[in-house]
């Protein structure tokens, strides 16, 4: 596709979001079920990463399509309505999770990489069998990561999804979940050691 295919699709998209808006603007109830159809999907996956349970996941969603609905006359369009809609998905997602009593899960301590007395690592660093390019395009691999991901504590977990997975700030990633931003980069470099340390086994060919 040439340069000016690609400015008219992109033309004719928002020409199609900014009419949506519009309609949803006016209280139009068919604008919202074509907005519930056209991103449910996607919002959905947002979700589940935070959630881990679909039925979680998806009372969330709703709630935030209701969100949106009720606040849709504030939105401004100083970014595109899949953004506005997919920080609202995370804002519900976090409200949930705040909400729900979630099986203990082991301290991030017994998963973080174990220090001497001298301050060296008690195990060697291991290498990856796996590069960083077959990581991403393996499915098994994806999987293995999410699997690993959904065993790190909340608080830990969450710092993870909003800062590598969603790419939000620090800033706000600290104002959603209330703690300073030095907690924030602290909760998510043990998140990082941790996630790294379940995932060794696998990187190194031992599963």
Not at 154 to 163: E, F
Not at 170 to 187: H, L
């Amino acid at each position: 596709m040439d340069r000016t295919s690609q400015q008219k699709d992109t033309a004719e998209l928002d020409e199609r979001e900014t009419h949506l808006v519009r309609s949803l603007k006016a209280g139009d109830s068919v604008a919202f079920e074509q907005l519930v159809r056209e991103y449910s999907g996607r919002l959905l996956v947002v979700a589940i990463r935070f959630l881990g349970q679909e039925q979680d996941a998806q009372d969330a969603l709703q709630d935030a399509f209701l969100s949106a609905f009720k606040s849709i006359s504030k939105f401004e369009g100083n970014s595109k309505l899949s953004t506005w809609l997919h920080r609202i998905v995370v804002n519900a997602s976090l409200m949930k999770l705040r909400t729900r009593k979630r099986k203990p899960l082991r301290p991030i301590e017994d998963i973080l990489p174990q220090f001497s007395d001298s301050g060296g690592r008690t195990a060697s660093e291991p290498l990856w069998n796996v590069t960083h390019d077959t990581a991403v395009q393996d499915r098994e691999t994806r999987n293995m990561v999410r699997q690993s991901i959904s065993e790190l504590p909340d608080s830990y977990r969450t710092v993870l999804l909003l800062r590598d997975i969603e790419q939000i700030s620090t800033e706000e990633t600290a104002q959603q979940m209330g703690i300073s931003i030095g907690a924030v980069k602290t909760r998510l470099h043990r998140a990082r050691q941790a996630l790294k340390t379940l995932l060794d086994p696998y990187m190194q060919g031992e599963i």
